[in-house]
């Protein structure tokens, strides 16, 4: 709408508001709008709505009794979330919780679901978890977690399901498995490869899980 | 997160910047102390919208009393977020509506216990969108008013008119919103 035309219709209503009936205001209408027919209609349709309106947008939304408030989506030990069943969270980011979860169809086996946390899902967010999602779906290599599964919760919320991989820190692996000086930089090299690979994708990973 | 008093003093002084940190940061507030209270009340329980914001204004803001010009802008963030957040809100619902298992409908935010007349509002925020693209301050009135719960009184102190044009310009919007929130039924 035209700023030009929206000011003159404000004045217009204004004006025909303050005669004292409908028919007088229906005349100063025509006066007013003769060279502007299209105007005339516009203000008269606004006439109308502002009859018609009765209570609309008087009661404050917020005022209206009170707000209800409805519970955050915490996630709990064995809720479902779609084939998925909730058993343990086992990490945290910024915008995403990692759950262990149970698959029954169509197999049996652990995953990892990735959702993000509640009240976290402004455009913004979702974008960024998508974009997540399909950067690791893009990806094709032993040493990075495959993308099985992706959804959304009834009230929205994104969710991918990968690969369990049971990772710890890799010093401690190396210490752990006791592994030679080759054998960690033979480690190393395969981890390159995997970013590498991530990289050659166009995509750069923040936390890097041995 | 940085300070909300600094926020608004640079806010008043029209830095944008700060305006949207501000917004973000009273949003942010608002949401988690909903979040907070719901925990400590049973599910489904009702909570006041205006000890929602006075909350929020104390924590945010602290014991000590702001000048009348920082209590205005913090009340007009306030409102914007309200709107957000229960805009948010039907949007979810609808969308849940949609498409997708009924079977647990939880909404992690906060939403009116009573809507007078169904009103749409979705529909009413894309219609105030579009009237803030012509006419932003009938449109900050408009959510000062229905968003924030302020009086025209209050809103015309706010946006620096007289009562009398501020129930003018109140008038206007209100017809001009109804017959584009109304215009869009008729389409259905």
Redesign the interface.
């Known amino acids: 709408?035209d700023?030009v035309q929206?000011e003159k219709a404000?004045e217009v209503?204004?004006l025909a508001?303050q005669k004292p009936s409908a028919s007088d205001r229906a005349h100063f209408l025509d006066k007013a709008c003769k060279d502007d027919p299209s105007l005339g209609a516009y203000v008269g349709?606004?006439?109308?709505?502002?009859a018609?309106?009765?209570?609309?947008?008087d009661?404050?939304?917020?005022?209206?009794?009170?707000?209800?408030?409805?519970?955050?989506?915490l996630e709990a030990k064995g809720m479902e979330i779609g084939p998925y069943k909730i058993c343990e969270p086992i990490g945290e980011g910024g915008f995403g919780v990692v759950y262990l979860a149970e698959q029954e169809e169509p197999v049996r086996r652990k995953v990892a679901l990735k959702i993000i946390k509640?009240?976290m899902d402004t455009k913004q967010v979702v974008t960024r978890f998508e974009m997540e999602r399909q950067a690791l779906a893009l990806m094709d290599h032993p040493s990075i977690a495959k993308v099985f599964d992706a959804g959304?919760t009834?009230?929205?919320r994104p969710y991918f399901v990968m690969e369990l991989v049971q990772g710890i820190p890799i010093t401690d692996y190396c210490r752990q498995a006791k592994l030679s000086v080759p054998q960690r930089l033979k480690l190393f090299v395969d981890i390159c490869h995997a970013v590498q690979h991530a990289h050659q994708k166009r995509w750069s990973f923040r936390n890097l899980r041995g | 997160m940085a300070d909300v008093t600094q926020l608004l003093d640079s806010a008043k002084r029209g830095d944008r910047h700060a305006a949207n940190e501000l917004l973000a940061a009273v949003y942010a507030e608002l949401?988690h102390l909903?979040?907070c209270?719901?925990a400590r009340?049973r599910?489904?329980?009702?909570?006041?919208?205006?000890a929602?914001?006075h909350d929020a204004y104390l924590r945010l803001l602290g014991q000590e009393s702001a000048d009348w010009e920082n209590r205005q802008h913090f009340f007009a963030a306030a409102a914007e977020a309200?709107r957000r957040i229960?805009v948010e809100t039907a949007r979810?619902k609808a969308?849940?509506k949609h498409g997708?298992?009924?079977?647990?409908?939880?909404?992690?935010?906060?939403?009116?216990?009573?809507?007078?007349?169904a009103?749409d509002?979705v529909a009413l925020d894309e219609a105030l969108t579009?009237l803030s693209e012509?006419?932003p301050v009938k449109a900050k009135l408009?959510t000062l008013?229905?968003?924030?719960?302020?009086t025209v009184v209050q809103a015309s102190e706010t946006l620096g008119v007289s009562r009398a044009t501020a129930n003018?310009y109140w008038?206007?919007a209100?017809?001009?919103?109804?017959?584009e929130v109304?215009k869009g039924d008729h389409r259905q």
């Open positions: 709408m700023r929206y404000e209503f204004t508001l349709t606004l006439l109308k709505a502002h018609e309106a009765g209570t609309f947008l009661v404050p939304v917020a005022e209206v009794g009170d707000l209800e408030v409805n519970p955050p989506e509640p009240g959304a009834t009230t929205g | 949401r909903a979040a209270k719901l009340e599910p489904g329980q009702t909570l006041q919208a205006t929602l914001v309200m229960l979810r969308r849940v997708g298992d009924l079977r647990r409908v939880e909404l992690d935010a906060i939403s009116p216990a009573v809507l007078p007349e009103i509002l579009r012509i006419d408009v008013r229905y968003f924030g719960g302020l003018r008038t206007f209100r017809a001009w919103l109804y017959h109304s």
